[in-house]
């Protein structure tokens, strides 16, 4: 299966993406983090680039566990 | 309902957690978000801290919005 790969910018730093995703979704995923670690700071201005990101990964995680959680009880 | 508030450790920081979800889950996510920040940089050890946290959040928003499509299909 044949990768994409495209050039991000994400909360102003630039990043490579490597996927197999469609290179639509991959710029909305990176949009997102973008949007969210925004969100986070306009809330908590003390914050600094690594906890909002690290805040953004616990978020996301968070919610990829729950969402498997229901799609394996889904499918039983 | 209740809100749950503990601290937890990732890549060497403290950050405070408050969420719905239980103690154990908090708690493991705070730990699956400390395991890929370190697994992504034994693969890629120039990476710095913030560009380890970005990449774990596009990771897991990537994972995050697959998931919910599977859902939405799945209840469709």
């Known amino acids: 299966m044949e990768k994409n790969r495209i ?41 600094d680039s690594i906890q909002l990101a690290v805040l953004t990964a616990v978020n996301a995680v968070n919610e990829q566990l729950l969402l498997e959680e229901e799609l394996r009880k889904l499918k039983d």
Chains 1, 2 share one sequence.
């Open 7 to 47: 050039t991000v910018e994400i909360y102003g730093n630039t990043y490579n993406m490597v996927g197999l995703e469609s290179v639509e979704h991959m710029r909305l995923v990176a949009k997102t983090v973008d949007r969210r670690m925004r969100e986070l700071k306009s809330k908590n201005p003390s914050l």
